[in-house]
């Protein structure tokens, strides 16, 4: 007799679980991007979807963790579906600081704003890679595709290469242009938000791997931010 949890009422839960998910996923990036735009726009105000979508996010995280509570309660999971599940609690922790985070970003937006191509392009640099590296870290943890997942733990490098070079750029802009120091402190917290987003996105790969092995990697990567 097959256990409790291999039963199809818990596969069909695991799948309304990866709704669940994917639908708050999918609000963070939808987030990310219209942050990214009213910051573009110098919009320092959250448009009513951005502020929409965010408080989604919010309630999404409880949603997705009180189904964890109940399917752990109902079914009692072990192994590997124990494991997803545990991680999932942080999954969503990661996801609601995302958008939490693109709240931020947009708030950053200023007139007038810093004129740096090179800047602006190691930015846009950043964002793409962080969007990609939050769409994969989550198909690998539903997937459990450690593979994957190990892909955008290289990819957080990226990254940070972009953020470096960015910090560089606007040095070197301010160097030559130094009455332009005021207007380049959003240029750097927004960085440093995009970059962030990026942690967060390895956090979730990170939470992958231990989802589909058991491995512990946080603390393997001298790199990990928390």
Known sequence: MPSPHTLHPFEAELEALHAEVATMTERCQRALGLALDGFRQR??????????????????ESTVDAHVLRVLALY???????????A???????????AQDSL???RNASTPLLTEPAASAELDGMAACVKGMLRD???????????LAQDVIERDRT??????????????HLRTHPTDAGVSVPFFKVGRYVERIGDHAKNIAEEAIFASLGDDVRHRDPGHTG
């Open 43 to 60: 919009s320092p105000q959250p448009g009513p979807e951005l502020s929409g979508l965010v408080d989604l996010v919010d309630a999404d």
């Open 76 to 86: 009692q999971p072990v192994a590997g579906d124990l494991r997803m599940l545990l």
């Open 88 to 98: 999932t609690f942080k999954l969503t922790t990661d996801l609601d600081r995302i």
């Open 104 to 106: 931020s970003i947009v």
């Open 137 to 147: 870290a989550v198909r690998a943890f539903f997937e459990r595709d450690p593979k």
């Open 159 to 172: 990254v940070n290469l972009h953020y470096a070079r960015m910090l560089e750029d606007i040095g070197a």
